[in-house]
């Protein structure tokens, strides 16, 4: 029976089991986006914030760029541009840029406090997008989760208080980082992780040039230079590299579930702010990051099983004998 004869239809096996894979790239990626916060909360002491949202994504861009001309990867297709400008929209543009304001008058702890609702977000993003269906355990697990986190940030920052404008800017970059994420880890799945937010940089590139040069003039670029060093974090890892590991975790998915690893996110940004910025660390700390943790193992151990309809979580190519036709 040859290849291309009718008795052979190319197919796609669905992976239902967990794949540990992705679970331990998106905590690699986890890993690198704990040290955004903080570190922006450093840059912003010596650059602009429309400098630091904008330049680190004209680094990136530039190291995208080299990448995809190096490797000479394929264009996109079709609506693969259009679902690009959504994840440029949320992680390149939307994310670094609100965050950015905020951080300019609250503290990296207190940041930490509202980007916990990521995951929850995230899961929520997939649901709709990806057409994933998280048993109810999920949300509950989740949902303690967050609330988990989100009472353990609290306590170090002194509790999140009236909503300020502070506060807005962070609620609309965890939407932003959300949709950016699923889309992604959708897109992931046909274009590859590290080449999704390659091409999601280019897209963005032009606008994020025009910003930073807007800010260099009105405020010229004058850091110390561990504030050079936070920026040249935030472009290299925050802006390219973490999404290596990030997109190819969610790519393997399922998206809702690799997503609640984002969990110890907050934890680990309150610990490098002690660290690095001299913010308050108490002893709760530990009670609460493992509490945290726990919540975040639970989450990504419940079993899903995707609608008949759904984009399957993780798929290799195969091919399925069908009868053949005389």
């Avoid at 540990?20 to 909360?41: H, I, Y």
């Avoid at 509202?114 to 048993?135: F, N």
């Avoid at 999601?200 to 040069?213: H, K």
């Amino acid at each position: 029976m040859k290849d291309n004869s009718s008795a052979t239809l190319p197919s796609r096996t669905v992976i239902l089991r967990p794949q540990p894979s992705g679970l331990w790239l998106g905590l690699a990626g986890v890993a690198a986006f704990s040290f955004t916060v903080p570190l922006t909360k450093v840059a912003v002491a010596g650059l602009s914030p429309l400098f630091i949202g904008s330049g680190r994504a004209v680094v990136a861009g530039i190291l995208a760029a080299s990448a995809l001309a190096l490797s000479r990867q394929r264009l996109p297709r079709g609506t693969q541009w259009l679902r690009l400008a959504v994840v440029a929209a949320g992680v390149v543009i939307g994310f670094p840029l609100l965050t950015s304001f905020a951080l300019t008058s609250t503290p990296a702890s207190h940041g930490a406090v509202v980007i916990a609702l990521l995951p929850a977000a995230t899961a929520t993003a997939a649901v709709i997008r990806g057409r994933e269906r998280p048993p109810l355990a999920f949300w509950l697990i989740s949902g303690l989760g967050a609330f988990a986190v989100i009472a353990f940030a609290s306590l170090q920052s002194g509790g999140l208080g009236v909503l300020h404008w502070a506060d807005l800017l962070l609620l609309g970059s965890v939407a932003a980082a959300a949709v950016g994420y699923a889309e992604g880890g959708l897109l992931a799945r046909e274009l590859g992780s590290w080449q999704t937010i390659s091409w999601a940089l280019i897209l963005a590139l032009p606008l994020m040039l025009a910003a930073a040069a807007v800010s260099a003039i009105q405020q010229p670029p004058s850091a110390t230079p561990a504030q050079w060093a936070a920026f040249a974090y935030l472009a290299v890892v925050s802006m390219f590299l973490g999404f290596f590991a990030w997109y190819r975790g969610l790519a393997i998915g399922p998206i809702a579930r690799v997503s609640q690893i984002q969990l110890i996110q907050p934890v680990l940004s309150i610990c490098w702010a002690a660290l690095l910025l001299g913010e308050g660390l108490t002893w709760s700390t530990v009670l609460g990051g493992l509490t945290v943790i726990l919540c975040a193992g639970a989450a990504v151990r419940v079993r899903f099983r995707p609608a008949p309809d759904a984009l399957p979580s993780t798929v290799l190519p195969s091919t399925v004998l069908q009868p053949a036709k005389d």
